[in-house]
Nanobody, 116 residues
């Protein structure tokens, strides 16, 4: 059974940095893309960053220049380096692996809280 396990969330002051990690276990194949989404209270889940199998990256406008997505394909792990964090970055962050055959898998979510 495929599981995505996230780590790295926490409490940080505005302007600080955090690095999220998400590792897949249980045998996941034919990954099309890996991504990070977030959901703040009372808001819809939104795409933060995505990296395709070919290495193409895509970012939400609100995080461009501050966040960087990367991956270790051999370990089925995706990272999100978050710098210059703002109060509005506070949310639950979810990783997502989209596959060609088995659909999309989601992590359980990790809380990121940015304080003033």
């Amino acid at each position: 059974q495929v599981q995505l396990v996230e780590s790295g969330g926490g409490l940080v002051q505005a302007g600080g940095s955090l690095r999220l990690s998400c590792a897949a276990s249980g045998g996941i194949f034919m990954i099309k893309s890996m991504g990070w989404f977030r959901q703040a209270p009372g808001k819809q889940r939104e795409l933060v960053a995505q990296i395709t199998n070919s290495g193409t990256t895509n970012y939400a406008d609100s995080v461009k220049g501050r966040f960087t997505i990367s991956r270790d394909s051999a370990k089925n792990t995706v990272f999100l380096q978050m710098n210059s964090l703002k109060l509005e970055d506070t949310a639950v962050y979810y990783c997502s692996f989209d596959t060609w055959i088995s659909g999309t898998y989601w992590g359980q979510g990790t809380q990121v809280t940015v304080s003033s």
